[in-house]
């Protein structure tokens, strides 16, 4: 790749904060039970540190492999996972957070009201607009110009105070928090470095990049401003957490296992590695590859290990279902729900697991199970569809169209919401709790199919 292309793409890693509905509409959301534990385990401190519930707060992770973290309004902190495979340790990753917990705290909106640029930009529209009205296009498409870089300029200089203003925050926070800043410093060490690589910083045939251009600081700017708030804190030479570590390095091999390519895994985890990241990351490797024997055998390794921990379990269950054995995963994924106190994402995989053995006799439990499931976690469509299933095998027509609904109105699909939710009122008594909750999802989807309307006409 030239190098101009591949130092616009490092801008735009950089700049993804600034324009964060973007990647959450554009990217899936990658949900596991071990890596959301994680993950809110290594923020739940920080997220106390900052004065917010972490009951109300999460952390949430997003399937992309650029090094990135951004938030996009209310108290959610959205991670990609090539984050998660570039950091050397939890405690970087836990700096990233506290980062983005700063522009939580700080109020760092997309588009700011207050900060004016919008304002410019309307404004030179308008004049623009009117120059050409007058019979002078030249003239109006310089006003336009203009105004564009006026309002750039500003936005970019906005910006700038904001990222300051975040890491200035997120010291703070690993400070209260009793957690060292070294990963924090650490992290953006490594951004430096891949700015040289990418020609940011000047050298004998690239002139050095305007850094008032930029959105952010540069990065080793950033470095040098933290490092005077992190070194003078209590917890500067604390020691990583050994449980937290090896937890990261396990969620770290499962998602590389998961999105790379199988090759690139095996390679990076030989035969050779007998740890428990590698029979993870080879696991996953295995059966993405097609080879379900090679991926039991990692996972009867692990289950070795660990006999009683509920994701090796889960794994082990997972391999077997989606290897055509669905009577095979019922044991492990059971006693995984179990280990796991009833876990919703591993319950729902249990669930589905009950459903793809077409047994009659195991329908009672799988709606026991899933209903569970989304009593805890109402937020998983795929709990929701395996449910209406279980609901359609039993003839219950308007639970299954209220499981549709609930599905559909997760997934956005306002329409078919609309319609199932109708469908459901129709058959259930009035006034029950379901009846209500139909009658919830119909009152919600007519205002977005309203609203998409609205838009359509203006």
């Not at 506290?98 to 004016?116: K, P, S």
């Not at 623009?128 to 200089?157: F, H, V």
Request: hydrophobic fraction near 40%; charge should be neutral.
């Amino acid at each position: 790749m030239p190098r101009m292309k591949r130092f616009a793409c490092f801008l735009a890693l950089l700049c993804l904060s600034c324009f964060a509905a973007t990647p959450v509409l554009a990217q899936g959301i990658l949900r596991d039970a071990e890596t959301e534990s994680l993950l809110n385990d290594m923020a739940r401190p920080l997220f106390e540190a900052a004065g917010l519930r972490p009951a109300d707060a999460k952390v949430v992770l997003i399937g992309d492999p650029s090094v990135n973290a951004f938030v996009a309004g209310g108290q959610i902190v959205y991670v990609h996972t090539g984050l998660i495979d570039a950091a050397d340790s939890a405690n970087e990753v836990q700096g990233v957070i506290a980062h983005e917990i700063g522009h939580i705290t700080g109020g760092h909106a997309v588009f700011n009201r207050d900060g004016g640029y919008g304002g410019i930009s309307i404004l030179s529209l308008l004049l623009g607009a009117a120059a050409m009205a007058a019979g002078s296009p030249e003239a109006g498409t310089g006003i336009l110009m203009m105004g564009q870089r006026a309002a750039i300029g500003k936005y970019l200089a906005f910006s700038r105070v904001q990222e300051s203003s975040a890491d200035a925050a997120g010291a703070g926070y690993l400070d209260k928090a009793g957690i060292s800043g070294k990963g924090f410093l650490d992290f953006f060490n490594k951004l430096t470095i891949d700015m040289h690589r990418y020609g940011y910083y000047a050298t004998k045939n690239q002139p050095e990049i305007d850094p008032f251009s930029q959105t952010h600081p540069m990065s080793a700017e950033r470095v040098e401003n933290l490092k005077k708030d992190v070194q003078s804190s209590a917890a500067w030479n604390k020691p990583l957490d050994p449980v937290m570590e090896a937890r990261f390095q396990r969620v770290q091999a499962k998602l590389r296992g998961y999105v790379k390519e199988p090759k690139v895994t095996l390679q990076r985890y030989p035969l050779s590695d007998q740890s428990v990241a590698a029979h993870y990351a080879r696991a996953y490797a295995y059966h993405k590859s097609g080879y379900p024997e090679q991926a039991a055998a990692e996972t009867t390794a692990l289950v070795k290990i660990a006999p009683n921990d509920p994701y090796f379990l889960e794994l082990e269950g997972q391999i077997l279902l989606e290897s055509g054995k669905p009577r095979e995963a019922l044991a492990p994924l059971r006693e995984a729900t179990e280990l796991s106190h009833n876990q919703p994402l591993i319950a729902a995989t249990f669930g589905h697991a009950l459903l793809a053995t077409e047994d009659q006799a195991n329908l009672d439990e799988a709606e026991r199970v899933l209903k569970q499931a989304v009593a805890r976690d109402n937020d998983n469509p795929f709990a929701w569809m395996n449910l209406g299933t279980v609901y359609d095998r039993k003839g219950d027509e308007p639970r299954t169209a209220l499981a549709t609904a609930e599905r559909s109105n997760l997934m956005g699909d306002a329409r078919t919401a609309l319609m199932s939710a109708r469908r459901a009122m129709g058959g259930l008594p009035a006034g029950s709790p379901d009846w209500v909750r139909a009658q919830d999802i119909m009152m919600v989807s007519q205002t977005a199919l309203d609203e998409e309307k609205r838009k359509k006409r203006n």
